[in-house]
């Protein structure tokens, strides 16, 4: 098992569309779990970081972590076609580390 | 302000040959990440500075990968006799600390193909 999994899709969704994206983790001790925007070619940008139970919300992003099912979500409301990129979910174990799954790719059709 | 500054862009060499790979951290993080990061794959972790020390250098794949910070700022990753395995995206990536919820910055990252 991957320590840190994601669909790679392409996830595909209708613009203004509610985009969902999922990742688990296998590590029961992480403690925080970050969410990374990646354009073809270019480095990662950070989206928005969790680390609590619950919601957390930044403008049309919202992160949500259930650490008792290890997964972490990343929803964008209002999907646009400038959104279409791989989103990666990175995971830090406690320490320096941090650990990313593959990515999802994300398309938001016009 | 900057942020994190990687050079080359691009590098093509030829398989055995030796690469130099630089990074420029954002001024005042103490922190900084190697990752190569393979088509269709995340970032893949190399090692890890805490200043000029390489507090963790697990991720490396083998003898031929070699990476420095000496003045705690600027690193070098070195490879040695490249092999076409090694053709990758090289991040680099700094951060203030190494605490849980420090966020990483990305440079743009070097391209790197061995032919």
């Known amino acids: 098992q991957k320590e840190v999994e994601q669909n790679s899709g392409p996830l595909s969704v209708p613009e203004g569309a509610i985009a969902s994206l999922n990742c688990t983790y296998s590590?029961?001790?992480?403690?925080?779990f970050f969410w990374y925007r990646q354009y073809s070619g270019k480095s990662p940008e950070l989206i928005m970081f969790?680390?609590?139970?619950g919601d957390k919300e930044d403008g049309r992003f919202t992160a949500q972590l259930n650490k008792a099912s290890q997964y972490v979500s990343l929803l964008i409301r209002d999907s646009q076609p400038s959104d279409s990129a791989t989103y990666l979910c990175?995971?830090?174990?406690?320490?320096?580390?941090?650990?990313f799954g593959t990515g999802t790719r994300l398309k938001v059709l016009a | 302000g900057a942020g994190v500054s990687q050079t080359p862009s691009n590098k093509v060499t030829e398989k055995g040959k030796y690469v130099e790979l630089r990074c420029d951290p954002i001024s005042g993080h103490t922190a900084l990440y190697w990752y190569r990061q393979s088509l269709g794959q995340g970032p893949e972790f190399l090692i890890y500075?805490?200043?000029?020390?390489?507090a963790d250098d697990s991720g490396l794949p083998n003898d031929r990968f070699f990476a420095v910070r000496p003045e705690g700022s600027v690193s070098t990753l070195k490879i040695q006799r490249t092999e076409r395995g090694d053709s990758a995206v090289y991040l680099c990536?700094?951060?203030w600390g190494q605490g849980t919820h420090n966020e990483q910055f990305f440079g743009p990252g070097t391209r790197l193909t061995v032919l």
């Open positions: 969790i680390y609590s139970n």
């Open positions: 990175a995971v830090n174990t406690g320490t320096y580390k941090y650990i």
């Open positions: 590590d029961r001790g992480s403690q925080s």
């Open positions: 990536a700094s951060s």
């Open positions: 500075f805490q200043g000029t020390g390489a």
